[in-house]
């Protein structure tokens, strides 16, 4: 899992129907974090109705497929 910072969203005119009403956020990861992923920022699914600021956790791997379920 990686903590970061919620930057910006992104928009998608045609994406998979499981992701139909979906927001994309750009996150950046904090500084204790940027190791550990290879881009400074990256792009994730939001399930939970983060905005432009807040610090989020993103799930990565079989634990990121569960929320989108």
Known sequence: MIIGKVT??????????KLIGSKFLVIEPLRSMSSEIASD?????????????????????SAARLACS
């Open 8 to 17: 910006g969203s992104v928009v998608a005119t045609r994406k998979n129907e």
């Open 41 to 61: 920022k990256f792009v994730a699914v939001d399930s939970i109705g983060a905005g432009i600021g807040d610090i989020v956790m993103v799930a990565r791997g």
